[in-house]
């Protein structure tokens, strides 16, 4: 089924492989037609992730990231719609000579080359291909096709992971091995026999069961590997590693055993989260909010796993609140309520709903010097605010809200906007990573302790530098600024604790060992803010 964990066991599985020593990449297959994650809503798809060479990717790349401390890119990343696009143009360019252009094998072909050319291009001795969507549906069949081929071509170099969920129904109070027997034969139906199956459910696997398991899908006793429920994801390796996962995984691909296993770091993280008694209370503002909790925290992964790797840093727990922005729209006191978060941070987002309530509630913590950290639009909206409340610039805006706005404080440029009139929107906005040169004596430059930082992009519109001086001259400072084409990357206010906001997206690379630096000072401010009320 979908959300079973595949993407956080590809990551694992990467992990304790790395762990051994070889050099691993992932890479997503995404049966959607999109040709990337760009054009979707975040309730339909989760956050997209972006990758340093601009590309809009599914959040299963961040996962990969995260856990393999890696920067990848977009050959570790296609869709249905990508690899389709390829084969028509390269058709259209007489690639294929004349020939008559097929769905098989020409499609598969496509997916191979370019598993291929990810491994090449990461330099992996190991590369692990997810396939996105579940077993027994229509729309990932030509990536299985693939997989297929793969393995016929070389036999001893491809292994199949099958990734499944062993239900635990409460009527019955035991964990059911058949949905995993159906899936193992709806696979083997696509060709695939799996050499490993991870057994998801809320406990763990007992012996009666892996025989069950091994008899009916085929498979060796001890490549039915247990995989409960775990309370952080980091624990992920380190259970796999329990039952000797990569072990079994370097022999059945006939690799050389490799370094000792190395997981040292990784248990030490994990105890901190498991230990901190500290929590650091952090609110965030934005809309999206009102889908339910489960796309919710989808849609925001890269900013709620940087936060976490913050407050571990910190040996504090995270407490993070959802705030839906257009409540203050509705009741302009309620604003008020923001004043019990030791934190507060806008994230990134697009469109006019909820932008008056973020607008109201950057106000009430600049005010109350409540630590503030705005991503993107949570920058634009910071700027917005302070235009209007601080420098009278009476009904200052983003030309994305309100198009007439006398004070564009957020603009837009000329490729921008004619992107928007041509209804360019795919893969057309400021995209990937840029440089930016940072202000000595700044919070963010305290953050960095670096001169020039990189970090990625993915928005349209932008600081308008005909405002830079009056806004400085009422108290905010552009500490950021990228020096490939002069654009403001950051605004901080003095008079206030700790208030910086980022045109870029920081949360895209925070690391669990190593918390992106403007999270980590936040969230530091945050406790110091917390030990102080
Ligand atoms: N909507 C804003 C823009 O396009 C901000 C985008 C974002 O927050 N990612 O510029």
Known sequence: MSSVGKGVASASIGKILQGRGYSVTAVKADPYVN????TMNPTEHGEVFVTNDGDETDQDIGNYERFLDAELSSTNYMTTGRV???VIEKERNLDYRGKCVEVVPHIPEEIIDRIKKAAEKNKAEITIIEVGGTIGEYQNILFLEAARMMKLENPGDVIFVLVS???IPSKVGEMKTKPTQHASRGLNSAGIQADFIICRSEKTLDTPRRERLAIFCGIQKDHAVSAPDVSTIYEVPLNFEKEHLSDKILKSLRLPMGKKRNMEDWKKLVNTIKNSRQTVKIGIVGKYFRTGKFTLIDSYISVIESLKHAAWYHKH???VHWIDSQDFEDNASTVKKLAQYDGILVPGGFGSRGVEGKIRAIKFVREHG?????LCYGMQMATIEFAR???????ANTLEVDPKTPHDVITINKTQRSNIEMKKYGGSMRLGAYRCKITPKSLSAVAYQEKIVSERHRHRYEFNNKYRKI???HGMRFTGICPDNDLVEIVELTN???????????EFKSRPLRPQPLFREFVRASIRHKRKK
Do not use: C, M, T
């Not at 040709?35 to 760009?38: K, Q, T």
């Not at 409540?370 to 705005?374: E, V």
């Not at 700790?498 to 870029?504: D, E, T």
């Open 35 to 38: 040709v990337d994650a760009g």
């Open 84 to 86: 389709y696009l390829s």
């Open 165 to 167: 969920y062993l239900p």
């Open 317 to 319: 727990k995270l407490d």
């Open 370 to 374: 409540i630590p503030y950290f705005g």
């Open 389 to 395: 409340n601080v420098a009278n610039l009476k009904n």
């Open 471 to 473: 806004l400085e001259q």
């Open 496 to 506: 206030h604790p700790w208030f910086v906001g980022v045109q870029f997206h920081p």
